[in-house]
């Protein structure tokens, strides 16, 4: 059974700060991984989307990472924004069905000016 | 247009009434889907519809009942529910059901409280 977790659960940096977010999963055979967005109370923003025969992607300040073999992914974020505080979900597609993700519990991430 | 738009935003409901949530987009989306997310958890997939016909049901209780009328229109009815069932219920989309580069797109969602 696949299992998703992401590390740390909480961070809080100042402004102007490179960080990395990071998700694990337990099973490599995957379709693929994406990152998501998520504010409080509000829906999710798909941010970055990895194929499983991909390294990684890149939007703008974002840059995700993937290794299949070790089971790991990171989300990198350069010169962090007060607007980039929200919650940071990792979900990966093991199954092949689109919408069948397993997610991690989040990291809750804080930008402060 | 790239939303997906679902109504109400909050709803309140006794464990007797019956009530419906929508979930609407325009994207020519062909899957659609409704999760669950309770209070600082991940999401969970409930349903998912593919040519609006039902094509993953994840063992949820018979008191939700999805529909889908057509190819833009998702519904999911709710009744008789318990007051564990309180959560934020998300409806998605994607082009297709299967595919290794197809991305999900998500409502704001409808924040359910059960009395």
């Known amino acids: 059974k696949q299992e998703v977790t992401q590390i740390p659960a909480a961070l809080s940096v100042p402004e102007g700060e490179n960080l990395v977010l990071n998700c694990s999963f337990t099973?490599?055979?995957?379709?693929?991984l994406q990152w998501f967005r998520q504010d409080p109370g509000k829906g999710l923003t798909s941010l970055l989307l990895?194929?499983?025969?991909?390294r990684e992607q890149t939007s703008g300040r974002l840059n995700a990472s993937l290794d299949k073999s070790s089971g790991r992914s990171t989300l990198y974020i350069a010169a962090s924004q007060p607007g980039d505080s929200a919650t940071y979900l990792c979900?990966?597609?093991?199954?092949?069905?689109?919408?069948?993700?397993?997610f991690g519990q989040g990291t809750t991430l804080q930008v402060k000016p | 247009d790239t939303e997906v738009t679902q109504t109400p935003k909050h709803l309140v409901m006794g464990m007797t009434n019956k009530k419906s949530l929508k979930c609407e987009q325009h994207?020519?989306?062909?899957?659609m889907y409704w999760y669950k997310q309770k209070a600082k958890k991940p999401p969970e997939l409930m349903f998912v519809?593919?040519?609006?016909?039902?094509?993953i049901n994840e063992s949820v209780p018979s008191r939700f009942s999805p529909e889908c009328p057509n190819s833009s229109l998702l519904n999911l009815h709710l009744h008789a529910l318990q007051p564990e069932d309180s959560a934020l219920y998300l409806c998605?989309?994607?082009?297709?059901?299967?595919?290794?580069?197809?991305?999900?797109?998500f409502g704001s969602g409808t924040q359910l409280s059960v009395l």
């Open positions: 998605a989309s994607s082009r297709l059901r299967q595919g290794h580069d197809e991305k999900l797109f």
């Open positions: 099973d490599s055979a995957i379709y693929n």
């Open positions: 990895i194929q499983s025969s991909q």
């Open positions: 979900a990966v597609n093991s199954s092949g069905n689109t919408g069948k993700l397993i």
């Open positions: 994207m020519g989306h062909r899957a």
């Open positions: 519809y593919s040519y609006e016909k039902l094509s």
